[in-house]
């Protein structure tokens, strides 16, 4: 006997993300876990600039856009004045991890209460496929032209692993490249929620996710680049388990 | 009953009795008691305190405690402010209540921690971009620091701006005896905008972000810019007169440097100079009806400011219309009073060479 | 019942390829938005929810027959 499926209703409207992009999906789980957890009347996002902040028109929640790069800095002040509310930041690596690094890492430093994801997708979306501090070895972009050389444009960051240092109460990398993962992904989103209103402190999920456009890939080829390269670079997996501090 | 308290801590305590519940900053001279106090008062009074990592991440936890309807501060001095303008833009196009407070000091980049007031400029001419106009209160003692704050945190909720308080590193160090206001309790659930969850009047959720995208047709938002800083303009204008019934030789200063000018007046009028003054207290908007006044009747402006080569001088040339403007830019000292009475004395005689 | 809202489709092919059962096609019809929307054999199609998993646009809907 089949399980019903269907889009939840806080999705409203029709994405503006391009073909094969991972945010849909990313978002989508998010809604998912809201509304499994009963709290679509009692949650607050904060959208990032870029890509992300297209889940304005899509995602029907309380949602605030932050300044570039301070989604995590707002974000925790709302969780300190409204501690009984869901907040979480919906962010690219760009953004998280790039011009607000030291928002991430210090909100990560303070255990601000609220949940981080942070959506990885290796460039600049929005503004047209520019390197950005998640660019692999090698990938080319419009900013690396002949491909990032970590000689003179350093290694690739890795947020999650600095995040890591401090004592937080669940991080978690996932990624949306094909169902399994999808459905693993949503479980650190859910731990990662559950853990805020329950025990609370930081939490975050980190999620590889594919930019076929941005990539010059097919989706299809985007999803295989991810199983492929990408993942071995930045592996999949809990950093600390949830609700345990 | 009056205490006496110190520029800084009576800014920060008269911010507490305003309703302010959310406070993020970093350290810089000459502002740093404002977060010292509260790091030790607003806890113990049901607010937040937050030391954040730079005045970036200060600003826009502010916002975000601004759209959940919370009193929230935060205050910098010139190379911490210069920081805050993106924040401040941000929150002007999201049109959200904020106190920001700069207690100036003197110079361009690092400068140095003397006072000074060399912030007119980015606080009056909108230091972030887009070109956006802040309501600006500049306090002249310690007990506007408390009055004004006050003041602040009503008209940003009034008008839906953020608010800065510009003082300086004379008021913010020096101690005089106050008096302070009735504490106010804040409700951060009595605006229907603030972000608490979407309800059944916001099937979609409310949408915090520049309001040119969802709450304007694209063609009545300038229109809805114009008028919202049209409103202001003429309603928050805040000035003192001094002398102005028969003045000839109009001071305006504004802050610590007006003090020095009033002495300056009194001076002046005992030699049977016709002199008077001018003080602004909202920089923007910049007092226009007071100058609509004194426009017709006075034979020369002279702007006092403690600054290099003089800033709100471009202001009263500008409001000044046609009647010469002679600038005294006193730099890294207190304006000297002497000196005024000689510049006074040559715009009479002649010899002070004017500016506009 | 596997309901697909073909006006939502933007043909990214992540359902035709995670079908476990090869049910999903892209059809010939091409949608309001110019892509060829996916399409189901509903012959092969066993409801497991795989192609609900990996869209990214929420096309797919399994309702209880």
């Known amino acids: 006997m089949a399980a019903e499926r269907k889009a939840p209703s806080t999705i409203y409207g029709v994405n503006s993300f391009c073909p094969g992009c991972g945010h849909g999906i990313v978002i989508r789980l998010i809604a998912e876990v809201v509304e499994e957890m009963g709290l679509a009347e009692n949650a607050i996002g904060v959208l990032a600039v870029g890509c992300s902040c297209l889940t304005n028109r899509y995602l029907a929640l309380d949602l605030m856009q932050a300044a570039h790069g301070r989604a995590a800095a707002s974000a925790g002040a709302i969780k300190r004045c409204r501690p009984e509310k869901l907040i979480f930041t919906y962010q690219g690596d760009g953004d998280a991890a790039s011009i607000g690094i030291a928002e991430t890492l210090y909100s990560a430093q303070r255990n601000e209460g609220f949940t981080q994801i942070i959506v990885n997708n290796g460039v600049y979306g929005m503004t047209g496929g520019q390197m950005s501090p998640t660019t692999l070895v090698g990938q080319k972009t419009t900013t690396s032209v002949q491909g990032r050389d970590p000689e003179v444009m350093g290694m690739p960051l890795k947020i999650s692993e600095l995040i890591s240092s401090f004592d937080v109460a669940y991080l978690a990398r996932g990624s949306v490249h094909n169902a399994a993962s999808i459905r693993k992904t949503k479980k650190y989103i859910q731990k990662a929620f559950e853990t805020q209103m329950n025990q609370g402190g930081y939490t975050c999920v980190e999620v590889i996710s594919p930019c076929p456009t941005n990539w010059h890939l097919t989706p299809l080829q985007a999803v295989d680049r991810i199983e492929k390269e990408v993942l071995a670079y930045y592996p999949l997996g809990e950093f600390c388990e949830g609700g345990v501090r | ?356 | 019942m596997l309901i697909i809202e073909k006006t939502k489709c933007k043909a990214c092919g992540y359902c035709v390829s995670a079908c476990p059962k090869e049910a999903l096609f892209l059809g010939d019809e091409v949608n309001e938005k110019g892509y060829k929307a996916v399409a189901v054999d509903p012959e092969k199609c066993v409801e497991c929810g795989t192609c609900y998993t990996v869209c990214p646009d929420t096309v797919f809907t399994i309702k209880e027959a």
């Open chain 2, 1 to 356: 009953m009056k205490k006496l308290m110190k520029g800084n801590n009576a800014l920060a305590e008269a911010a507490i009795l305003a309703g302010c519940r959310f406070f993020a900053g970093y350290p810089i001279t000459p502002q740093t008691e404002i977060l010292e106090y509260l790091a030790k008062h607003l806890p113990k009074r049901g607010g937040h305190f937050v030391q954040t990592e730079s005045e970036l991440a200060g600003i826009n936890m502010v916002m975000g405690a601004a759209a959940t309807g919370f009193r929230a501060m935060t205050s910098s001095a010139g190379p911490g402010f210069s920081l805050k303008q993106e924040g401040i833009s941000y929150l002007c196009s999201m049109e959200l209540p904020a106190v920001i407070v700069d207690v100036m000091r003197y110079g361009i980049g690092l400068g140095n921690i003397v006072l000074g007031q060399g912030d007119y400029f980015q606080a009056v001419k909108g230091g972030g971009h887009g070109g956006y106009k802040v309501p600006v209160y500049a306090p002249s003692s310690v007990q506007e620091n408390v009055d004004y704050i006050t003041m602040a945190f009503d008209t940003a909720e009034a008008y839906r701006t953020p608010v800065i308080l510009l003082s300086d590193g004379a008021i913010g160090q020096m101690a005089e005896s106050v008096e302070l206001p009735e504490a106010k309790e804040h409700d951060p659930d009595k605006y229907d905008w603030t972000l608490k969850g979407r309800d059944a009047a916001h099937p979609t959720g409310r949408k915090m972000t520049d309001r040119i995208y969802y709450d304007f047709a694209y063609s009545e938002y300038d229109p809805h810019i114009r008028e919202r800083y049209s409103k202001m303009e003429e309603e928050l204008q805040m000035w003192e007169e001094i002398e102005l019934a028969d003045a000839e030789v109009v001071l305006v200063s504004y802050g610590i440097s007006s003090r020095v000018c009033k002495e300056a007046v009194k001076l002046a009028r005992k030699k049977g100079w016709k002199a008077g003054m001018i003080r602004p207290i909202t920089l923007w908007p910049f007092p226009r009806k007071a100058f609509e006044k004194t426009n017709k009747m006075a034979k020369a402006y002279l702007s006092v400011e403690m600054n290099a080569c003089g800033q709100m001088v471009e202001d009263v040339a500008l409001y000044g219309r046609s009647v010469p403007v002679y600038s005294y830019p006193s730099g890294r000292v207190i304006a000297d009073p002497e000196v005024i009475l000689q510049k006074i004395e040559g715009i009479f005689q002649g010899t002070e060479k004017e500016v506009f």
